[in-house]
């Protein structure tokens, strides 16, 4: 007994897999690219309050520099 098999249903087949195959790779990438996203998110709101301490740093500086400016300004009571 012979078996035939029809070369559209293969076709088919192998398409459908095809298909298959691209969806689950479109979908690990949008997982891997959701971690990617998730990484620099953490990273971004690492480095906003680095910046935020670094800009405190920098106003303490500046006044204490304004604060001895000030100092050695000669006053008009003299």
Do not use: C, N
């Not at 790779?25 to 998110?41: C, N, Q």
């Amino acid at each position: 007994m012979a078996i035939t098999i029809d070369p559209a249903a293969i076709a088919a087949a192998a398409a459908f897999v095809g298909i298959l195959a691209t969806a689950a790779g479109v979908f690990i990438w949008f997982g891997k690219l959701s971690h990617r996203i998730d990484v620099v998110e953490a990273d971004v709101k690492e480095l906003k309050g680095d910046i935020k301490q670094i800009l405190g740093i920098l106003h303490t500086h500046q006044g204490y520099h304004q604060g001895l400016i000030a100092g050695e300004l000669p006053t008009d009571a003299d």
